[in-house]
């Protein structure tokens, strides 16, 4: 099994961290702090029980807003966890991207007959089929800006946020794994997070799901897919995190306004993107970033490059070639590499392994792999600790609306990151080198240490289409 586990605490570099939210509504300089629990959710057994564990703890009520709902092993269980908690009657909110959660209207179903339940769309598409492409391709401009947050939100009182959708590729046990990150929180983080959720789901482009696809006069006969296969999950919900940690932090979101072809530029509408740029703009001792999509435009190269030579460790970890699920962003980032590597900056690559897995978006050429890094994090001077659902490349930049928490004075929790850098990464990734103007991939295995002077997993054809990519106009869609 392949995963990314960050933290302090011996070879499994978990990460264990407790921290305080700042409202995400102020002024960030002058935002009040509250104590709040935290705990790292790093693998997808966790992430996915601890999920099913708070809606069967529920009493009240449970929002969910997610980029991806699908109806697979997974998907279908969690589904299933929510009706009966509609069925014994918690309140049930789910606020959806059109784009990918569209599979699973039809599942939603009886759920959405079910007294107490509402079920939100954000940009949707109103036509089906052949129709809904069309659509997609007269008005992409709209319809290609994607709510890209992930939060679950359990009785005001405990959330989960991070780099995981719903569904099989994210909660997938055995050798098939993303290597993910989430957190579960409790205390004062969840007036935050839920006043973001509340933005969203009042905003304009949220229409309810019956608006979208009229509900059918007669209910349909939900044929889930292997049902038996569902992980199997205790029931009591996950224990409060203990040795707390309490540290200033700050709840990062981008305003609904993003996803508008007009965005008005108000102290309210900050985007993510400007609340990330103050955080790293000047590094003392160290940067390290974590990013599955990392396209170094908008000047990202020149930022990181100055900071390398006036000392600074920058270091960043993001999906190899065969690892990778999204080909062409793999292309977009590979023009940068040889300019980073000679200006100082370490690159790391997470290695593949296995058979590809699949993801419902983001298929593209066969260059899939079974491992496949989707952690978001980054983590500043020991210090500063960041997770949430924010990518280092144009999408998250300029078209995806994102959401994160940030700790800002954690040693223990931004330690871990540097920990995995020099510890785990040494067997799970490849570490880049410039020499002679040519890239070459460090491979360190329990058989000893290789230098390839190719591109692992990258044949002939793989590198002719990576550059045929690299040179399309399309790095600004990616």
């Known amino acids: 099994m392949v995963s990314l586990r960050l933290g302090v605490r011996g070879a499994a570099l978990r990460l264990g961290l407790a921290l305080v939210v700042l409202s995400a509504g102020t002024a960030r300089a002058q935002a009040p702090e509250t104590d709040t629990a935290f705990q790292a959710l790093g693998s997808n057994a966790d992430a996915y029980c601890s999920r099913v564990a708070l809606i069967r703890s529920a009493t009240k009520r449970i929002d969910i807003q997610t980029y991806i709902l699908t109806p697979d092993i997974t998907g279908t269980g969690m589904i299933r966890e929510l009706e009966s908690a509609a069925d014994r009657g918690v309140g049930v909110r789910l606020l959806l991207d059109d784009y990918g959660s569209h599979d699973a209207k039809a599942r939603l179903d009886r759920l959405r007959r079910t007294p107490g339940v509402e079920i939100r769309y954000i940009n949707?598409?109103?036509?089906?089929?052949?129709?809904?492409?069309?659509?997609?391709?007269?008005?992409?401009?709209?319809?290609?800006?994607?709510?890209?947050?992930?939060?679950?939100?359990?009785?005001?009182?405990?959330?989960?946020?991070?780099?995981?959708n719903i569904g099989d590729v994210y909660?997938?046990?055995?050798?098939?794994?993303?290597?993910?990150?989430?957190v579960i929180v409790e205390g004062g983080a969840l007036s935050d997070l839920r006043q973001v959720f509340e933005t969203y789901w009042t905003s304009a482009l949220s229409e309810p799901l019956d608006a979208i696809a009229p509900l059918p006069a007669r209910p349909r006969t939900a044929q889930d897919p292997s049902p038996d296969r569902v992980p199997s999950c205790a029931t009591p919900a996950p224990a409060a995190p203990r040795d707390l940690q309490v540290v200033p932090t700050v709840v990062f979101s981008d305003p609904p306004s993003k996803l508008s072809r007009v965005q008005p530029e108000t102290p309210e509408s900050d985007p993510i993107r400007e609340q990330i740029r103050r955080e790293i703009d000047n590094p003392a001792q160290s940067l390290f970033i974590v990013s599955p999509y990392f396209i170094p435009s908008d000047g990202w190269v020149h930022d990181l490059v100055a900071m390398s030579r006036r000392g600074v460790d920058v270091r960043i970890l993001t999906n190899s070639a065969r690892a990778t699920n999204s080909t062409p962003v793999h292309a977009a980032y590979s023009k940068y590499r040889r300019q980073l590597l000679e200006g100082g900056v370490r690159l790391f690559e997470f290695k593949p392994t296995g058979v590809p897995v699949e993801e419902p978006d983001l298929e593209f050429a066969g260059m899939r792999s079974r491992s496949t890094l989707h952690?978001?994090?980054?983590?500043?001077?020991?210090?500063?600790?960041?997770?949430?659902?924010?990518?280092f490349d144009p999408r998250s930049l300029h078209i995806n609306n994102e959401i994160g928490i940030l700790m800002l004075r954690s040693p223990a929790a931004a330690g871990g990151i540097r920990t995995y850098f020099e510890v785990g990464a040494r067997t799970s990734a490849y570490e880049l080198q410039a020499r002679d103007g040519r890239i070459l991939w460090r491979d360190s295995t329990p058989e000893g240490e290789q230098v390839l002077t190719r591109e692992p997993g990258v044949r002939f054809f793989h590198k002719i289409l990576l550059k045929a990519l690299s040179l399309a106009p399309i790095e600004h869609l990616l």
């Not at 007269?138 to 009182?157: A, C, E, P, Q, Y």
């Not at 909660?171 to 989430?182: I, K, P, S, T, Y």
């Not at 952690?375 to 990518?391: C, E, I, P, R």
């Open 124 to 164: 949707a598409s109103r036509k089906q089929g052949l129709g809904r492409r069309i659509d997609y391709v007269l008005d992409f401009r709209r319809l290609n800006r994607r709510m890209h947050n992930k939060s679950f939100i359990v009785d005001d009182r405990v959330a989960i946020v991070g780099g995981r």
């Open 171 to 182: 909660f997938r046990q055995g050798e098939a794994v993303f290597a993910d990150l989430d």
């Open 375 to 391: 952690a978001k994090t980054f983590a500043v001077d020991d210090q500063k600790l960041f997770v949430g659902s924010f990518n």
